[in-house]
């Protein structure tokens, strides 16, 4: 016996092709089920965009690069796996002043990228619980993603 994959979170999708394919009128004959190919081209796309597609402006192209680096980490140094090395003290010294450095410059009108992601970094390298620490590096990504964005955003 093969094991079958776990498509429980295809379920929605599956839904909406079997609503579209039981709805859809198919006629005999040359051509006849091209109303039901596009009916369901459309409701699959749809949905895609609804549901797979990142909501917030730019994100996809950015997921899409991510994703490319991921691959070419992997081509190289293959699947990794390491100690967090995180939650020293000197770490959550390190936070507490960054974090300091960045709330001053705040205050003076002088926020920068540079502080944003270092506080979140050292926020993140400062975290020893496992739940809170994955927290602060997504917390890290999207702060990488809204920077990348500005970037792009940018007139040359």
């Given at each position: 016996?093969?094991?079958?994959?776990?498509?429980?979170?295809?379920?929605?999708?599956?839904?909406v092709i079997?609503?579209?394919v039981h709805t859809t009128?198919?006629?005999?004959?040359?051509?006849?089920?091209?109303d039901l190919i596009s009916q369901l081209t459309v409701k699959v796309?749809?949905?895609?965009?609804?549901?797979?597609?990142p909501a917030t402006d730019g994100m996809?192209?950015?997921v899409c690069e991510v994703d490319a680096e991921?691959?070419?980490?992997?081509?190289?140094?293959?699947?990794q796996r390491h100690p967090d090395g995180t939650g020293d003290q000197r770490w959550r010294d390190v936070a507490n002043h960054i974090r300091g450095e960045v709330d001053d410059a705040a205050r003076l009108g002088?926020?920068?990228w540079n502080g944003i992601l270092r506080e979140e970094v050292f926020e993140a390298i400062a975290e020893s619980d496992p739940v809170k620490l994955r927290a602060e590096l997504l917390q890290v990504a999207a702060v990488c993603?809204?920077?990348?964005?500005?970037?792009?955003?940018?007139?040359?």
């Amino acid at each position: 016996m093969t094991d079958q994959p776990d498509l429980t979170e295809l379920r929605p999708l599956a839904r909406v092709i079997n609503e579209t394919v039981h709805t859809t009128p198919v006629r005999l004959g040359a051509g006849g089920t091209d109303d039901l190919i596009s009916q369901l081209t459309v409701k699959v796309a749809a949905y895609i965009g609804h549901e797979v597609i990142p909501a917030t402006d730019g994100m996809g192209v950015f997921v899409c690069e991510v994703d490319a680096e991921r691959q070419r980490q992997l081509k190289k140094f293959g699947d990794q796996r390491h100690p967090d090395g995180t939650g020293d003290q000197r770490w959550r010294d390190v936070a507490n002043h960054i974090r300091g450095e960045v709330d001053d410059a705040a205050r003076l009108g002088r926020t920068t990228w540079n502080g944003i992601l270092r506080e979140e970094v050292f926020e993140a390298i400062a975290e020893s619980d496992p739940v809170k620490l994955r927290a602060e590096l997504l917390q890290v990504a999207a702060v990488c993603a809204a920077w990348v964005s500005d970037i792009d955003r940018r007139t040359p």
